[in-house]
């Protein structure tokens, strides 16, 4: 699903809330953007390690 989401922003957007049930802050957005552009010749897998981070995260451990 987040792979067919052309804009970055909305696709980082996305994937916090799904999984953190929130809206990712500014320097997250940050974060992840230079990630993700890092990473342009394998996007899927970017894709896969950045949600990865977020479930794997003390956030979502002690929160959900």
């Known amino acids: 699903m987040l792979k ?5 922003a909305q696709m980082i957007q996305t994937a916090y809330l ?3 049930s929130r809206a990712p802050l500014p320097e997250e957005v940050e974060a ?3 990630y993700l552009a890092a990473r342009e010749d394998r996007p899927a897998a ?3 390690q ?8 003390s ?6």
Do not use: C, P
Request: without cysteine; hydrophobic residues 55%.
């Open 50 to 57: 950045f949600v990865w981070m977020l479930i794997a995260g």
């Open 59 to 64: 956030e979502f451990r002690f929160n959900y």
């Open 4 to 8: 067919g989401i052309g804009d970055r």
């Open 18 to 20: 799904a999984v953190l």
């Open 46 to 48: 970017a894709i896969q």
């Open 32 to 34: 992840i953007t230079h």
